[in-house]
């Protein structure tokens, strides 16, 4: 795909509208790179204008981390639930089916943790989860 100015005007609004990216998710900002840089497919093309439609509309929303339910993934790698890190994945492991079980098994740790009233962290959802599972943890 060759770039034109309607492909880097778009990508300037989506980086204006969110934050110079901050607030898309990691995959999304690399679909907005390549884009820019002329690396798209027809398919990845439909896939950054739906993008650009979605952000300008003021409709995006990051996906879902491994489409669980109010986790998500920063540019830095740290898993975000509810909004708070419990967890740091390397990518581009963060995206292996192995990382996706991991990050199922943090989901279940957070719903347990938040039904225990025990503030979330990663100390909570990792360094201390044994303590916690045993009833031992005095937070």
Same mark, same amino acid.
């Given at each position: 795909?060759?770039? &034109?100015?309607?492909?880097? %005007?778009?990508?300037?609004?989506?980086?204006?509208?969110?934050? &110079?990216?901050?607030?898309?998710?990691?995959? &999304?900002?690399?679909? $907005?790179?390549?884009?820019?840089?002329?690396?798209?497919?027809?398919?990845?093309?439909?896939?950054? %204008?739906?993008?650009?439609?979605? $952000?300008?509309?003021?409709?995006?929303?990051?996906?879902?981390?491994?489409?669980?339910?109010?986790?998500?993934? &920063?540019?830095?790698?740290?898993?975000?639930?509810?909004?708070?890190?419990?967890?740091?994945?390397?990518?581009?492991?963060?995206?292996?089916?192995?990382?996706?079980?991991?990050?199922?098994?943090?989901?279940?740790?957070?719903?347990?943790?938040?039904?225990?009233?025990?503030?979330?962290?990663?100390?909570?959802?990792?360094?201390?989860?044994?303590?916690?599972?045993?009833?031992?943890?005095?937070?």
């Amino acid at each position: 795909m060759k770039t &034109d100015a309607s492909t880097c %005007d778009k990508a300037i609004a989506i980086l204006q509208a969110t934050s &110079d990216g901050d607030k898309l998710a990691p995959l &999304d900002l690399a679909l $907005v790179e390549s884009a820019v840089n002329g690396f798209l497919s027809e398919n990845g093309i439909k896939a950054f %204008d739906k993008l650009h439609e979605t $952000v300008v509309a003021g409709e995006y929303r990051q996906p879902w981390f491994h489409n669980i339910e109010n986790m998500t993934i &920063d540019h830095e790698g740290y898993i975000h639930w509810k909004g708070i890190v419990v967890e740091h994945y390397e990518r581009p492991w963060a995206y292996s089916e192995e990382a996706k079980e991991s990050a199922l098994e943090l989901a279940r740790r957070c719903k347990i943790l938040e039904n225990k009233c025990i503030p979330l962290s990663v100390t909570t959802s990792i360094w201390r989860w044994e303590q916690i599972e045993k009833g031992e943890y005095e937070g």
